[in-house]
């Protein structure tokens, strides 16, 4: 099936398309039309154009189209679930994690149209009105990835809409489908012609056009570091206002005093769920000397059991990695270890026999013996790999996990209510969890990160409201006179 770009409430094709496969089995999912310079410009100058009228619609009956492609979503769960995993390759349940993700962020900023609160404080002068409301941005340009191709797309487009901005999206070429399916429904949910925009094609080209237009007033990415930063140089340097959602280098911290069981579990989930594909997810394991052996045996048996294939085989625990160059990127670091100093223990191996031929496997991977300035105990590798870090107490478990250049997420398996406590206040990541795995944020709650993860912005919660609006200060006096703020109503 071809998938057009969305413009002006109209579906538009254009000459050159680019293949979308699943990367289980390399069967074609869909092809997907390319945006180009002239595509982009039209998406942009749409948005624009809708702008006025969307901004002016009162706030609660913006959110009314929130709350119908909710139920849309509902409905089409499984289908679009299914879809999710055929082109990113996560398992079926978390494909349906995904769009569930989705139905959540629509459905809370939905109920932000009747709050998007602002302040109203005293005056110190008689007769005067002080208040602070929010104002919508403009037009804004979202940019998402591939490993959650419904849910970061939601994430960004939801609170945008319902502050009354308008956006353009563009999704990651390896899962343009799935994006493809949600502007579907909107469409279905009858958004005013502008208001909603989605264009495809690689970065380097329909990305940095539409970055460097000048009509876009705000541009939120997700994505790797190294991308967010030259965006970051790029749009601020023509005033764009600028969101990064960035890398991660997280870790569970693992006491001696820690329920070794429930964390075994934690980290098999937090490391190798979408084979390692999350921002969150755990590469590092900070664990007590004393109980080191313990857990590592622990992980060892549960890791080796792990089933790779087709995300769509419910017997599946770990999917394929996203495509090709992901897997030799994965495979470097991982032969990177051993040359360092590591020990590896499992895995470490690309799969390519039998069911796995067409496909890109990587095997759950752990090393033993890491150092925490080691490459894969520092750098990025956003595939199936933990490192298995001995730390002799909290302090330097909290030292060496906040020794890297990211800071999104951070847990702690300890019985201890005080050493908790001390994690919580003394880790620097932007979230932290206490006897659970570093995945599982939820919406309601801001999300996001320190250092090289982000530049001060969050995502979900209230924060995301933040993200995508002004504030306007407004006074009004009712008194009848000029009056001297800091002056008049002071003593000289």
Same mark, same amino acid.
């Given at each position: ?120 404080? !005293? ?12 104002? !919508? ?182 999917? !394929? ?172």
């Amino acid at each position: 099936m071809n998938y057009k770009n969305y413009i002006n409430g109209k579906w538009v094709k254009t000459g050159k398309t680019f293949a979308s496969t699943n990367p289980a089995t390399g069967e074609l999912v869909g092809k997907c039309c390319e945006a180009g310079p002239r595509e982009v410009a039209m998406a942009v100058k749409s948005a624009r154009k809708a702008f006025a009228g969307w901004r002016l619609t009162p706030a609660p009956k913006r959110a009314e189209y929130l709350l119908r492609l909710g139920q849309l979503f509902e409905q089409r769960k499984n289908e679009l679930s299914r879809i999710v995993t055929q082109e990113m390759g996560k398992v079926l349940k978390e494909g349906a994690g995904d769009v569930q993700e989705s139905i959540d962020i629509t459905y809370y900023m939905a109920g932000e149209g009747r709050r998007l609160f602002g302040h109203n404080v !005293p005056s110190e002068l008689a007769n005067k009105f002080a208040m602070a409301v929010r104002e !919508p941005v403009g037009v804004c340009a979202l940019i998402t990835p591939w490993n959650f191709p419904t849910a970061i797309p939601c994430w960004k487009m939801m609170p945008a809409l319902v502050l009354g901005n308008t956006v353009v999206l563009k999704p990651a070429s390896d899962t343009s489908v799935s994006a493809a399916k949600v502007i579907q429904l909107m469409d279905e949910v009858g958004f005013p012609p502008g208001v909603v925009n989605f264009v495809m094609g690689p970065g380097e080209k329909t990305g940095n056009v539409l970055i460097k237009d000048p009509d876009v007033d705000l541009i939120s990415f997700t994505g790797s570091t190294v991308v967010g930063r030259k965006i970051a140089t790029t749009a601020t340097s023509l005033g764009k206002r600028v969101s990064l959602e960035m890398g991660g280098k997280n870790a569970i911290i693992v006491m001696d005093d820690g329920d070794l069981d429930l964390a075994t579990d934690a980290i098999l989930w937090a490391a190798f769920g979408t084979t390692g594909q999350r921002c969150t997810a755990c590469s590092r394991v900070l664990v007590h000397h004393r109980v080191k052996s313990k857990l590592v045996s622990k992980l060892l048996e549960r890791a080796k059991k792990l089933r790779l294939g087709d995300g769509l085989n419910p017997k599946t625990d770990v999917g !394929p990695v996203i495509n090709a160059g992901q897997l030799a990127r994965i495979h470097r670091y991982v032969k990177i270890g051993p040359r360092e100093g590591a020990k590896l223990l499992c895995g470490g191996r690309i799969r390519s026999d039998g069911d796995y031929k067409k496909g890109y496997f990587y095997e759950p991977t752990i090393f033993d013996n890491v150092k925490p300035k080691m490459c894969i105990a520092q750098e990025e590798i956003f595939g199936p790999v933990v490192a298995i870090i001995s730390v002799k107490d909290l302090d330097e478990a909290i030292r060496v996990n906040n020794d890297t250049a990211y800071g999104l997420s951070s847990s702690i398996f300890t019985r201890d209510v005080n050493k908790a406590y001390r994690a919580m206040r003394d880790i620097t990541t932007g979230i932290v969890y206490v006897n659970a795995g570093t995945t599982g944020a939820e919406v309601q709650l801001p999300f996001g990160g320190t250092r090289g993860t982000g530049n001060g912005h969050r995502e979900a919660g209230q924060a995301a409201i933040d993200s995508f609006s002004e504030w306007k200060t407004i006074y009004v006096d009712y008194s009848g006179k000029v009056q001297r703020a800091q002056i008049d109503n002071y003593d000289s």
